[in-house]
């Protein structure tokens, strides 16, 4: 029974004890990035250890993904084998982060010659181990460091007694060099993983979406560019941060469709924007209705000079008459007649649409196409795209896209129109779209509110998805919304903007337009098929409401965070109660919402002491910010009544009165 | 503003759109294998999709580690974008697995072509995409499949109405041709995942510890392996499937310990086990008082024939005599002195004991050398281990080894018996270990014990670790036994042995013995020091409780699976109450403990209908197993007693009671 001995690399180093797992945050194994804002602190934690009782150290390596040189700071031992760091996140750009962990032979030594010695055991031969640990060190270090160990180990086989070895070797002085100093053979690293820095405005922003044909004041003709800058102040004094438009590109002829999605326009009808591309052009276009590439390079500077900035809808289809069709035919899916291949969801046809094919075989020119697109409008000022149906086009596109994208321009934020599978949705978000659509538009009772917040907000969704709550967009008027009119449009607008950090709305919301198509939650009369001219002072708007409401959201930091909400106790079903705190910073916001449009309601709140640090006996001071009113709460919970005409939703910022005993007066 | 397009590889074909996500089951993102037993079917699950609606299919592919052809088992479309297939694990192997998808052109093509043809659209472009899809297929098929599409396209093409074509081309017979040969253009993979496939014995199993040289009859000398072989009746009839031996080889006499564990031993102590090696030889040689090689065969045979398969104990360290010290001292620590360090937990130290030092230079020839002591053992018939100590030696050397050893040695069980920091103990697990000690030793009370078992049982560690239950250890002698006495060893007996399914006890434990060093959870005058000689029939001895405990645990199915625990609602804090279920075989043992061994407990216990699939009208048939009663309960609760000195435990084989409305007599 001879055995084989296993052959091994010739002269390899034995595998490092070190095992390093769970290293977080990370989104599916490391295989997405996480993503984060600038001005953050990444926290970073592993389970470290290796066996028996040696001691170990461990550092955080991070670069930016563009640059070689690796930084370091150090991990410390948390509990239970975990340990955890933290670095700054200072640029708008990608960081790849890593953790490193090593033998520490120097603690390890340390930690042995102290106990001993301690123990009044003799320590001779440990004073010799450490005197060999500080040769290999004297030949690594350089300078000060390398005559500071010299010293030390001249005074150390000099000294009279163990004692006296010892604290020459332990002097800290020499201890902290020989940190710096110590080897890191057996090191081991873990994969590299990434986490995106967006800039804030990923985070925090309130987007304002329109149709920029609407913008104008006459009947039947189309909206400018010069008619969107009138706008711009009153949009700016709404306290919106981005200004959303639907595409600007010319419009196809071929089965353009009519008002209320007709299939025979009027000669007249303006067609849908979706449908891109004709003889004036495509995806790099300009429709002629609206204005000149000058203009709209003047409107995007209008517009940043009022604090706003423009995002795109980027819809990666085409009209018959795109000249995609002509110069690219073989970028679309061509059929056996050698007709192209129109989008259908059969029976249902869709003929002014043609999808583009991502897997034809010019697949590399037509990506390449794409990304020259996105940099066309990159190059005329715009940061931030709204992509139409992301989930109808390949993820790994996507990747691809925003990764080559975000080497030149970090700064630029996708946001993901993806309304579908709830996996779909997720897997966009990890490819990198900074933002995405959610179900929050149907969301509308307490606990699958309760439900599906949680899930975004406090579980590894977190880590890679920001929801951007829209309560309307222009292919949706939510039944909520039309059913609940005035006081609905109230609320909604609230819980988009306090529930997540980001959110908007689609014009019109702030005059409570919600007459639907019939039975459908879609807008009757929708912009989509026509030009439109708004009354934006017409009776019955919310426009000052939406104004306070985002003032409060600029004043108040702690709604300016995504991740950090928590819901509080609330005895009534109807009455949804929260809060985003900010504990750092002592600043707290909460929120109470009357989900039922129809019936005023009361409900014992909780004072959530768990979340402030308090308890029953502090007192409480919360100013609600709507009115300005303020009060003293104390005990465990108060009483509020919200009624849909008057107070649909309060938020209050509270703030912990502080006990002082004496304060010495400073004269 | 010119934009440089990407470089792609060139002619390289376009990314697939098909993500996998959340291959299941997979350990630390599959850096470690999961395991299974032979018999069992590997369920495997994974999120799978692409953009839109196209249809895709996925397959998972598995083969041994140790062949290169993969079989294939397709997978089912579960909901929300999950896949599962599973596949039967039938022999003592590895097998390597993992998940395959690809858009499935044939199932979008069918899809479509029917959707339109039930609208009553015209197909005619449809019919010809079809065709070109099947003469794809035609080039790929042979023999009768090509045949058949050959004959399908001649009759669509000759067909005299649309609806005729596609019936030849969708006939079943044609479909199922087509799903042979579809193309996996575009097919995506998930990385390889790995399932231990172990023989039975590493999840069902009694273990029973013993210290061979106490199996003989005159005090002050060594039992021997002959004196054992007169045991294996007792230990057979107990019930019991493994004997493990504390370590059998020569023992050091340098720094020999005496009895109690003092250090100056008397002439004539035998020493630790543990202090492995002397003159007489190493690891891979017999202690001279117990016998020779031949007679370890014998006993080996011999155990086998009484259905009992011989452990050893592997404890990787030396004495100061050991072979090693003098042919590789490398393999040890060395001091500047020249002297190998002794072990030490400072200022405590174990000068009987060298450890070996894993990462010294020639750390290639130590690996070998210690596969080489293991494979020893494996070739005189020895097929489980108890690993002494784990967690003082690194975790890669422990992978390594377990993987090598499997490689011609499925067979093998490896133990580990690490009682440390609860990531170590995983680690261990997760490198290869099929069974683990753990903290049950200590779990005495009905949170604590609830808690753990979850853990262990109905979370991802289920995956890697099988928790082996010592009530007791020859180094563990528990409070809960020293105070708890009788009632306390048979309570803890039918703890461990049904709420793991797999268990050991030491031997002493069928006597109850429970004397300690004071103050102590050790055993006074411990074998670990002396030769011991035992009366096995002493007066309060369980030994016939143990028989029918193994014999229950034999007969009941659902005591011999692992993760099929489900704790149930007792009302009374005492007594903890769980059912092991096998609802595919209608099999369920309930388990009632008063866990307070001193006073009698009354409780309400729930009959638990929603584990059964029942409902407060059935009746079910409850047959305690210790006692043979059998008793009729319904509705939702029943009252137990449970008295330490007469039933600490109860055992229930619960049966639905099968309601018939009227059977036809058999005449």
Redesign the interface.
Known sequence: ?T?T??S?EPDTP????I?I??VQPAV???RYPVKREVGDTLEVSA?I?????DKLTAVIRYRRWDEVDWQETPMRFVD??RWAGSFELTQNTRVIYRVQAFPDRIETWRD?II??RD?G?DVG?EI??GL?LFEEMVERATGEDRTRFARAMDAATAASSQHEAIDALLAPSVLQAAHRNRSRE?AVTSPELTVIVDRVAARFAAWYEMFPRSAGTEPGTSGTFKDVEKHLPRIRDMGFDVLYFTPIHPIGTTNRKGKNNKLNPEPDDPGVPYAIGSEEGGHDAIEPGLGTEEDFRHLVKQAEEHGLEIALDIAFQASPDHPWTKEHPEWFHI???G?IKYA????KKYEDIYPIN???PD??GL??EL??VI??WI?LGVKSFRVDNP???????WE?LIT?VHRDHPEVIFLSEAFT????MK?LAKAGYAQSYSYFTWRNFKQEIMEYLVELTQTDVKEYMRANFFPNTHDILPYILQEGGRPAFKFRLVLAGTLSSVYGIYSGYELCENTPVSGKEEYLNSEKYEYKVWDWDRPGNITDYVATFNRIRREHPALQEYDNLSFLRANNDNVLLYIKALPEEGRYAMVAVNLDPFQPHESEIEIPHHILGTDRTDQIRATELFTGESFIWQGTSESLYLDPDQNPAMIFDLRVWEHKDYEEPCF
């Open positions: 029974m055995v001995s296993v091994f034995s595998p490092s004890p095992l797992e769970n599916d194994c490391g389970d250890f290796r066996e028996g009782h239970n084998d042995e106990k001993k123990a055991l031969l010799r181990e060999e057996g059929r056996p007649d007709s259908e969801n059969p029976p991502f897997q034809n697949w590399q990506w390449n990304k020259r940099q066309h190059d989930h109808t086009k390949p993820t790994p596109f691809w080559e599978r709830p996996k779909v897997a």
